[in-house]
């Protein structure tokens, strides 16, 4: 919610505040969920894609990320 708070109130929540198509992005996909692996598997957990402004930043080699 502050997210989209954030947004509205820039009056930028025509692009930004949600992840919906057509809006711009900073995210990250991890290899593994760190709310439920175990302390050793969490230090090796690993971005396999990164999204900055809705454009690929980083994408493990073998993904195969579209832009749609």
Do not use: C, W
């Not at 302390?39 to 930043?57: E, H, K």
């Amino acid at each position: 919610m502050y997210t989209a708070g954030s947004a509205y109130l820039s009056f930028d929540d025509d692009k930004l505040g949600s992840l919906e198509k057509g809006k711009l992005a900073d995210l990250a996909v991890l290899s593994d969920n760190p709310l439920t692996v175990s302390d050793d598997r969490f230090r090796r957990i690993s971005s396999v894609l990164t999204l900055q402004a809705g454009r690929i930043v980083y994408q493990a080699p073998g993904l195969h990320a579209g832009d749609s």
